[in-house]
């Protein structure tokens, strides 16, 4: 970044080769739309070109975190205030198109593991959307604490409250699971 700011243009494209997969990948989980993710994921890179203040208080990548997570968050909120309308190209909620498949597991194992996964994703979606960001770059990405905090704002030990509380609504939401594992 600091080579970009001194006017070296293809400094930008080595951030981009990266980071990009990244920021796709972290946003997908957010906004749950493949497409959005790819556009917000540009979004990133377009304001990453346009501030050229950068400096390098922490890391490149917390830098860029802080940024996708904003944007993330603007666009969960503005997609609310739509949630009411319904359009007749929406496809059903149930599709998810990218869901990786495993072609070890037989279709009854599929089908449970994939039932699970969308109870796990809804319980994740349905978390307040500073919790959901904490414990998507903390669960997805493996960044640390003060990268985490450092993206939202806050100090470490208030992520560490952020994320127990987050993880303690997971569990209460998920409880249902533990049990019908235990069951079978």
Request: overall charge neutral; hydrophobic content about 40%; some cysteine.
């Amino acid at each position: 970044m600091l080579a970009f700011q001194a006017g070296d243009a293809d400094s930008l494209n080595v951030l981009v080769e990266e980071y990009r997969d990244v920021l796709v990948g972290y946003l997908y989980r957010s906004v749950r739309d493949r497409a959005i993710a790819e556009e917000l994921a540009q979004e990133v890179f377009l304001r990453v070109c346009r501030v050229r203040n950068y400096q390098p208080t922490a890391k490149f990548r917390t830098w860029l975190f802080h940024i996708a997570t904003n944007l993330a968050i603007n666009w969960v909120r503005d997609q609310r205030t739509e949630s009411c309308m319904v359009r007749l190209d929406d496809r059903p909620v149930r599709y998810r198109p990218y869901d990786l498949r495993s072609r070890a597991e037989s279709v009854e194992e599929h089908l449970v593991s994939r039932c699970l996964a969308e109870e796990v994703r809804a319980a994740v979606e349905a978390l307040p959307e500073r919790h959901r960001a904490a414990v998507l770059m903390h669960k997805y990405h493996d960044m640390e604490y003060r990268e985490i905090a450092a993206v939202l704002g806050c100090s470490v030990p208030a992520l560490k409250s952020l994320l127990f509380r987050a993880y303690e609504t997971l569990r209460e939401r998920l409880a249902h699971l533990a049990s019908e594992v235990h069951d079978t």
